[in-house]
């Protein structure tokens, strides 16, 4: 075994303009900012204000600003049905954060089952583990029984609306259905014509672990009570789910006409919060008609925070239903998503995942510039508690932690280091959030949440490290999620997240203004830690354990993605990084889906857009092993919403990255995809990014500051270039070379960067150049 070096400085890479300085008379090159004709040089490598001649003012021409256009371009993403989908991912799916349907048959009957399931609903008895005891349970379904057999659908799920319409045809006449999730209310709407009928039946499901189809419950594990039925004075059913743990869970539904309105409550401790809560809903809700005006003018008003289009028909619609699939799964001050999200199936992860789910599901709502969507942060600001509680007493009084699994309140004990147990899932769950600080910018999130969290949780680590004879700080034994073999020590899982937990904290304590007693430990930490151990194949798992069997995670490679502490701007690293990949890759056999979307990404941190964009449509290969499926959702032994949504990221890092404190536009685009738009994406440092790519050439960007964070803009635009800010003065820039620029951007100001003549400045979708079907079973 070699040990790796240790985190150095980006060695520059030599520009394209020689590291010349540009003033007002030099010719074009690429990359080079046109400086002002007339005005003050800046200092030395400053280029002043640049732009040309009078100031000019100009804005963007948002073609999507109409409902119109929202809905005709959302149109051409929707997920069609002409065969009636007999499995649970190839049907619809609805959701409001807490409230989860799906749509497809019922198994062995002639059915339609709406499928009933809350975020909310788990037992309360940690002493059975997260898989028993605290896990996510079930609440039931609808079915719509038709008279006739049923012999065709055409069905539509809207994007733009979040609804569900279309028709079933029987054997006796057809019944025309729409159907919504909104504010807690399953909501639906069926006519009859012909011979058919409506016919609504509630289905309560065992208040029982998913987990009990393929295992026998815990030793003391108790069944909960059967649930009960009533019905209230003004008609509304009712299904009333008591637990033996404590809370209740509760069903209220009611049919008034052509409508059916259900609702689900869920409490804990209280024996009875949840009935009032269910009926409570359901009054709010007096019609569809009442609920669907509330719910399109949410969705309508969320769709517009941002907009991506690219040419690939079927990746640009599965990238618009993962925004959709999100913000049905997520809403900020909810429950963290499960495994499953909102819809609950058979599955041997009924829970919370933190040791790699948790943490691909929420990147994608960075750059679609949806922080409303982020209840990983608000879980983890108000689990704070819980967090101390999970590592053992001797460390609560300063340290915090989580296992593997949980609930969604975060309750799952951690175990220590030396004893080969998985340590490090908070530190990088904090990653997240720390994310989502650098979205937005947010001092208080910083201040309030990430720093206090993340110092508790690096301290854990900081009882445990202990010096070699070769003067380093060793960490003893880890699990490097899921690797088979555990090392000795210096697992890379647990070193990368150490690094970026000590350097973040010295950071964020000089930028929150805090005299920390801590962070001269940090420091040291940071000078003296262990290399991460490589060998010839790259990083290891660990100190004397080689990567040596394929493995779906790449928690050994966290270093490289999603930290950058190792990254391709260091060329001294560069082969290392490359060979990494390519080991965790020849090694096959363990690969799941989200290990491709993990490899795309890695190499669209590389800039090689068309290998990155070879990984990812191996997710979307029927022949793969653990393939996409037909709308969209993910399998393996039970459903896994992370790996479609990590797809979507590996999207995002191919049109925009944020890394290392510099705005890469067009890092990684596909030579294939010619044209592409984008508009409001957010990156780190709370800026608003809109770019247009056409003929395989960047013809604008336009980066708007939300905090006055300072801006280094990295390109690929040739020749010379003007940099204006909104009003049309010149913008003060800097050549710092790699095709990069620093840009003094006040705080809610734009500027506009183009080479040559002002180009049209339109924001519009793009052509469609490679058709591909639609999402569903069309």
Same mark, same amino acid.
């Given at each position: ?6 985190k ?5 890479r030599?520009s ?6 540009v ?47 929202w809905?005709?371009?959302? $149109? ?13 991912y190839?049907?619809?799916?609805l ?21 009933v399931? $809350? ?6 008895r ?38 569900l ?34 016919t ?14 393929s ?5 003391g ?8 039925t ?21 069903? !209220?539904y ?17 024996p ?8 409570r809903?359901?009054?709010?809700a007096?019609? &569809? ?9 949410? @969705? ?5 925070k941002s ?20 913000a ?5 001050g ?18 919370? @995942? ?6 691909l ?12 969507l982020?209840?990983?942060?608000s ?14 007493a ?9 296992g ?39 001092? !208080? ?5 990430v720093?206090?969290v ?6 854990? &680590?900081? $009882? ?7 003067g380093?700080?060793h960490?003893?034994?880890?699990? !490097? ?48 830690l ?11 798992i ?25 990254n391709?701007d ?29 490899a795309?990404?890695m ?6 857009? /068309? ?27 039970g459903?896994v ?25 067009f890092?990684?685009?596909?030579s294939? @995809? ?45 020749g ?10 010149p ?7 790699d095709?990069?620029?620093?840009? /003094?951007?006040?705080?809610d ?7 040559g ?5 339109v ?5 469609v ?10």
């Amino acid at each position: 075994m070699t040990s790796h070096p240790e985190k150095r400085s980006p060695v520059p890479r030599r520009s394209v303009l020689g590291g010349a300085l540009v003033g007002a008379a030099v010719a074009a090159l690429p990359g080079t900012a046109r400086a002002a004709q007339s005005g003050p040089a800046g200092p030395s490598g400053d280029n002043g204000p640049a732009g040309v001649g009078a100031a000019l003012p100009w804005k963007l021409r948002d073609t999507m600003t109409s409902d119109p256009a929202w809905e005709g371009f959302l $149109h051409g993403q929707d997920l069609v049905w002409t065969r009636l989908p007999t499995l649970w991912y190839e049907g619809p799916f609805l959701g409001d954060g807490l409230l989860g349907s799906m749509v497809y048959r019922e198994p062995d009957a002639n059915r339609i089952r709406f499928t009933v399931q $809350h975020g909310r609903v788990q037992d309360h008895r940690p002493e059975f583990g997260s898989g028993w005891g605290t896990c996510r349970l079930p609440v039931g379904h609808l079915t719509l029984d038709p008279v006739g057999t049923i012999t065709a659908v055409d069905w539509r799920l809207s994007l733009w609306n979040a609804e569900l319409t279309g028709t079933v045809t029987t054997t006796a006449g057809t019944l025309t259905l729409s159907a919504l999730v909104h504010d807690g209310v399953f909501a639906a709407r069926v006519t009859a014509a012909g011979g058919e009928e409506v016919t609504w039946t509630f289905h309560p499901e065992e208040a029982v672990s998913p987990r009990h189809i393929s295992e026998a419950p815990p030793a003391g594990y108790t069944a909960n009570p059967p649930w009960t039925t009533a019905t209230t004075a003004d008609g509304t059913a009712q299904v009333l789910q008591p637990l033996t743990g404590g809370g209740q869970t509760a069903t !209220s539904y009611r049919r008034a006409g052509e409508d059916l309105l259900l609702s689900v409550g869920h409490s804990f401790p209280s024996p009875s919060a949840a009935e009032a809560d269910s009926l409570r809903n359901l009054r709010r809700a007096p019609s &569809y008609d009442a609920l669907r005006r509330r719910h399109t003018r949410w @969705w309508h008003a969320f769709y517009r925070k941002s907009f991506v289009s690219f040419p690939d028909q079927r990746l640009q619609s599965f990238h618009w239903i993962q925004l959709y699939k999100v913000a049905c799964a997520s809403r900020a001050g909810g429950p963290v998503m499960a495994t499953s999200g909102p819809w609950l199936e058979p599955t041997p992860w009924p829970a919370v @995942w933190w040791n790699l789910n948790v943490q691909l599901e929420y990147w994608l709502i960075q750059g679609f510039n949806h922080p409303e969507l982020d209840s990983l942060t608000s879980t983890l600001r108000q689990s704070r508690e819980q967090l101390a509680v999970n590592v053992p007493a001797a460390y609560r009084s300063d340290s915090s932690g989580i296992g593997r699994s949980s609930d969604m309140f975060a309750n799952r004990a951690v175990g220590e280091p030396g004893t080969g147990a998985e340590t490090g899932d908070l530190t990088w769950a904090l990653h997240n959030v720390w994310l989502s600080y650098r979205h937005s910018m947010d001092r !208080s999130l910083l201040r309030d949440t990430v720093y206090p969290v993340l110092r508790r949780a690096i301290n854990y &680590y900081l $009882h445990f490290l202990t010096p070699g004879s070769d003067g380093r700080l060793h960490l003893p034994s880890t699990l !490097s999620p899921e690797y088979p073999v555990v090392p000795p020590q210096d697992t890379n899982y647990d070193l990368a997240l150490i690094r970026w937990g000590c350097q973040t904290l010295v950071e964020s304590a000089q930028l929150l203004g805090i005299d920390d007693t801590l962070k001269p430990r940090w420091q040291e930490v940071l000078a003296r830690l262990t290399p991460y151990p490589v060998d010839d194949n790259g990083f290891m798992i660990g100190a004397e354990t080689p990567y040596a069997q394929s493995h779906r995670h790449y928690s050994h490679l966290l270093m490289v993605y999603p930290l950058y502490l190792v990254n391709w701007d260091q060329p001294e690293h560069r082969d290392l990084i490359t060979k990494s990949v390519q080991r965790w890759h020849a090694l096959t056999g363990a690969h799941r889906g989200y290990s491709y979307t993990g490899a795309a990404s890695m190499y669209a941190m590389t800039g090689d857009g /068309d290998t990155a964009i070879g990984y990812l449509r191996k997710f979307f290969d029927p022949g793969t092993r653990y393939p996409c499926r037909a709308n969209t959702h993910y399998t393996e032994a039970g459903p896994v919403i992370e790996t479609p949504l990590s797809a979507s990221q590996s999207l995002h890092d191919m049109f925009c990255q944020s890394w290392g404190g510099v705005v890469r536009v067009f890092p990684a685009v596909p030579s294939a @995809w010619k044209d592409v738009t984008l508009h409001n994406f957010r990156t780190q440092g709370a800026f608003l990014v809109s770019a247009v790519r056409k003929a395989g050439a960047t013809r604008f960007v336009r980066v708007r500051s939300l905090a006055g964070e300072p801006l280094r803009l990295r390109h690929d635009l040739s020749g010379l270039l003007t940099v204006v800010l909104d009003d049309g003065t010149p913008a003060r820039t800097r050549d710092l070379g790699d095709g990069t620029l620093a840009i /003094d951007l006040p705080k809610d100001r734009e500027v506009l960067v183009h080479p040559g003549s002002r180009p049209d400045l339109v924001i519009a979708p793009v052509a469609v150049g490679e058709p591909g079907p639609a999402w569903g079973l069309p």
